[in-house]
């Protein structure tokens, strides 16, 4: 998330009531997790085990639980809790806005758009040109639709991400402060859900196509001419290239990248990434013809272990 315009490393660090390292002067520009940031950004760490990715990411401005030495060019913030100083933040620049109407006056609708009854068009939202939008669709606030663009009944566009941190006895929740962009030319349909990125976009890329029933997470980047059949489940901060097919029921794991053009068949699961240009099929999803030769040996199996244990009987 970008801030509408730049702030001070001293009033930043006065809003969470931390102290730092760093010229007071320095200008921080947005608000990003560690695999999101650009310079200007600042971003959190409350683990050992990232401190060397938060602080040689792009980011300018780190929130961290240790005194350590601060790299050059940057500025440390030093947190008990920099999770909670974060979604302080967030909360600060990014804070919860209600709507009094089922479209709210912030809202930019392009010509010819078509808004049926019982939608919600939340703030600051923007929807391009010849769209349809049919009747109890959701879009939260700040998302992006591009031109001759249908979102089907039931359908919801830029739900909170689902991110919360495990606490001794409870979760808290990673407030989301990122967007949903939907390209041009891309079909929804019902009951789908498109969850906002957490801190940065997740997009559906020109031209792609949903059927009913999906679940896409926050921060996933779907690309151009993507098929998307009923019932597929994408976790978090994936990217599907290009060309790519989904058939129904597939389920895809968080952080990895299906190649372009590559083909998932029904009722697979996908636990790493997948080459383009070829056909997967299992669980966990592999090349389809090796899964036909595994499941065809598996067939065979019981006659091979009959006629084995006759050999060894005579």
């Known amino acids: 998330m ?5 702030i001070t490393l001293q009033t930043i660090a006065q809003f969470i009531d931390a102290k730092f390292e760093g010229s007071p002067e320095m200008q ?3 608000i990003n997790e560690i695999h999101m940031v650009v310079p200007g950004d600042i971003t959190f760490v409350d683990h050992p085990k990232y401190y060397d990715k938060a602080l040689n990411s792009a980011a300018t401005f780190v929130i961290i639980n240790k005194k350590v030495e601060c790299p050059a060019g940057k500025a440390l913030l030093f947190s008990d ?3 909670n100083d974060y979604v ?3 909360k600060k620049f990014r804070s919860f806005e209600p709507c009094s109407s089922a479209i709210s006056p912030t809202a930019k609708i392009g010509e010819g758009t078509v808004i049926q009854p019982f939608a919600f068009v939340g703030n600051h939202v923007t929807i391009g040109k010849n769209c349809i939008i049919h009747s109890n669709v ?3 606030d700040y998302s992006v639709i591009g031109d001759n663009v249908i979102v089907n009944s039931n359908s919801v566009i830029g739900g909170d991400a689902c991110y919360f941190k ?3 006895d409870h979760y808290d929740k990673l407030e989301s402060c990122g967007r949903t962009v939907i390209g041009n030319n891309v079909e929804i349909g019902s009951l789908c859900t498109i969850d906002r990125g957490a801190s940065g976009d997740t997009v559906v890329g020109d031209g792609s196509k949903l059927d009913n029933h ?3 997470g926050h921060d996933t980047v779907i690309g151009k001419n993507v098929l998307i059949l009923s019932g597929v489940i994408i976790a978090g901060v994936t990217t599907i290239e290009d060309d790519v097919i989904l058939w129904g029921g597939v389920a895809i794991q968080k952080d990895l990248t299906i190649g372009k053009g590559a083909i998932v068949l029904a009722m697979s699961g996908v636990d790493k990434s997948l080459e383009g240009g070829k056909t997967y099929f299992g669980i966990p999803a592999i090349e389809s013809r090796l899964k036909w030769r595994e499941l ?5 199996m019981p006659d091979f272990l009959e006629e084995y244990y006759k050999t060894k009987v005579d």
């Open 88 to 90: 302080t933040l967030v």
């Open 214 to 216: 999906i679940q896409i």
């Open 28 to 30: 921080v520009c947005g």
């Open 296 to 300: 065809a040996a598996l067939r065979n």
């Open 2 to 6: 970008k801030f509408d315009a730049p």
């Open 81 to 83: 809790d920099p999770f």
């Open 166 to 168: 495990r606490r001794p």
């Open 138 to 140: 959701s879009i939260y």
